[in-house]
């Protein structure tokens, strides 16, 4: 089945400024990766999604890269705010109709 | 996006009892949904797949017969945790498939299930 690994496990930054996670996968069939943001008690959000045929997408302050190649996708996210703070989760959909995630990034936004 | 509810929010239950949680999908007919358990501080571990009119499919090693799940609409799909023990206190959260892309995944608020 599919593997997805997360870097970092924490991240702290300073408000303002650029955050970046990035996951790997190990199933060349899978063709979409989402990405969830999950605060405290409550269930993931998803807040930015890429497909296969695309190699980037952005949403304002949140950006996703792919690299099929190489098997790599990445979150950026730009000008930090506190309320950005939260566990982020990559995922990879993989051709077993399933999603696999990657272990999680807790990110603090530093006032 | 789309609007996923669960009930309850959360519960507390003495160990040997059964606890129920329901899964609604608000504004969309889910043929699919999901069921997932999160440890505190770890990622989502998926448990079953629920199809409605049809059984849950179970992944290895969770056991069927303690997590009892049925998807009897095409709004509602409900698990069951039977017998409940303290190590099967854990947050569990559902999602079902969109209507555009059957991969993505729109996911419930959770349930935090605390088993004394």
């Known amino acids: 089945g599919e593997n997805v690994e997360q870097h970092p496990s924490t991240l702290s930054v300073q408000e303002g400024d650029s955050a970046v996670i990035k996951c790997t996968y190990s199933?060349?069939?899978?063709?979409?990766f989402p990405w969830y943001k999950q605060e405290l008690g409550k269930g993931p959000q998803l807040i930015i999604d890429?497909?296969?045929?695309?190699g980037e997408k952005k949403d304002q302050r949140i950006a996703v890269t792919l690299n099929k190649t190489a098997k790599h996708f990445s979150l950026h996210i730009t000008e930090t705010q506190p309320e950005d703070s939260a566990v982020y989760f990559c995922?990879?959909?993989?051709?077993?109709?399933?999603?696999?995630f990657g272990a999680g990034t807790t990110v603090t936004v530093r006032a | 996006g789309a609007v996923v509810s669960q009930h309850p929010s959360w519960v507390i239950c003495k160990s040997g009892t059964s606890v129920k949680i329901e899964c609604r999908s608000l504004?969309?007919?889910?043929?699919?949904m999901f069921w997932y358990r999160q440890f505190p501080k770890q990622s989502l571990m998926l448990m079953a797949t629920?199809?409605?009119?049809?059984?849950?499919?179970?992944e290895q090693g969770v056991e069927k017969d303690k997590f009892l799940i049925n998807h009897a609409s095409l709004t509602l799909s409900t698990l069951t945790v039977t017998s409940a023990h303290p190590e099967d206190s854990s947050f569990y959260i559902c999602?079902?498939?969109?209507?555009?892309?059957?991969?993505?995944?729109?996911f419930g608020p959770g349930t935090r299930l605390t088993v004394l």
């Open positions: 504004d969309f007919q889910a043929t699919t």
């Open positions: 629920s199809n409605e009119g049809s059984k849950a499919t179970y």
């Open positions: 999602s079902y498939s969109g209507v555009i892309a059957a991969n993505e995944q729109f």
């Open positions: 199933d060349s069939a899978s063709n979409y």
């Open positions: 995922a990879a959909f993989s051709n077993d109709y399933k999603l696999s």
């Open positions: 890429i497909r296969s045929n695309v």
